[in-house]
């Protein structure tokens, strides 16, 4: 049970860090300082598979890493 959730845990910390990686969107810190007031109401095609990806992965690793205090 132990190696089990060793391995997805593993694997939810690595599939998560890429699809934040992969969420890229051109807001780096000029954006932040910019006057530009543009912003995007809503989600789709890929950015909502990405965005609803993202969610489920963290709620996912959030649930190994209480797993892993229960379980330990």
């Avoid at 890429?18 to 950015?47: H, M, V, Y």
């Avoid at 963290?58 to 190994?64: C, D, I, K, M, S």
Wanted: hydrophobic share 55%; no cysteine; glycine share 2%.
């Amino acid at each position: 049970m132990k190696n089990i959730l060793t391995v997805s845990h593993a694997i939810i910390s690595i599939l998560l860090t890429l699809i934040i990686l992969i969420q890229s969107k051109d807001e780096g810190l000029s954006a932040t300082f910019s006057a530009n007031q543009s912003f995007q109401a809503t989600r789709r095609g890929a950015d909502k598979v990405i965005f609803s990806a993202t969610i489920l992965l963290a709620v996912l690793f959030v649930v190994t890493s209480l797993a892993f205090v229960f379980f330990n």
